[in-house]
């Protein structure tokens, strides 16, 4: 079982960037997956989460409006669509699912930095 996260970076405020969350190993289609960042000297924060299906998505207040999370199915890939990026949206950003079992599954993070 894998989630590869890709697409951090730098970039300035008020800019974009797109995550993915590339995943193996398990019928992405049967499960919710949610994005969760966690900012240096702070704990995580579920910043998003979306249904199997893709119809049903829920944001923080911190980043609603900003961020859109999609999910393609086919592709077993995970999104999040970041713009009109702050200082504070500065984190590691991971995907994340939960096994029905209870027990949680991470990718490996991503860093997300916002500076000028």
């Known amino acids: 079982v894998q989630l590869v996260d890709s697409g951090g970076g730098m970039v300035q405020p008020g800019g974009s960037l797109r995550l993915s969350c590339a995943a193996s190993g398990f019928t992405f289609s049967n499960y919710a997956m949610s994005w969760v960042r966690q900012a240096p000297g702070k704990g995580p924060e579920w910043i998003s989460n979306?249904?199997?299906?893709?119809?049903?998505?829920y944001y923080a207040d911190a980043v609603k409006g900003r961020f859109t999370i999609s999910r393609d199915n086919a592709k077993n890939t995970l999104y999040l669509q970041m713009n009109s990026l702050k200082p504070e949206d500065t984190a590691l950003y991971y995907c994340?699912?939960?096994?029905?079992?209870?027990?949680?599954?991470w990718g490996q993070g991503i860093q997300v930095t916002v500076s000028s």
């Open positions: 994340a699912f939960r096994w029905f079992s209870g027990s949680y599954q």
């Open positions: 979306i249904n199997t299906g893709g119809g049903s998505t």
